[in-house]
């Protein structure tokens, strides 16, 4: 398995996003990743979820999972841990679609 530092590098810059925003089919905010210390990984991984897949459905979640390597397993033995991959743990569970907003 790929560690996650080595994903990041591969994964398009997302420095010119402030902020990506998720929402539910009614429209509403559900969720938002700011881009600040801490959390540019998680900007570069939904970023690219959103050039390929234009939402976070099934597939978006597992490619994401798939992108946050060793963090994943992390996040399952520790939920609320991670909560943009609990984001995605949700959506392999529920099948939610959510549509993704960039802030620029």
Do not use: C
């Amino acid at each position: 398995m790929q560690k996650f530092k080595d994903v990041l590098e591969t994964l398009e810059d997302a420095s010119h996003i402030k902020k990506i925003e998720f929402y539910n089919k009614d429209k509403e905010l559900v969720g938002h990743i700011e881009n600040k210390p801490g959390s540019m990984g998680s900007m570069k991984v939904y970023h690219h979820l959103w050039r390929v897949f234009g939402e976070l459905n099934l597939d978006a979640a597992a490619e994401g999972l798939d992108l946050y390597s060793e963090h994943t397993e992390e996040a399952q033995n520790h939920p609320g841990k991670h909560p943009n991959i609990d984001r995605l743990l949700d959506i392999i569970e529920t099948e939610e679609v959510y549509s993704i907003k960039l802030k620029k």
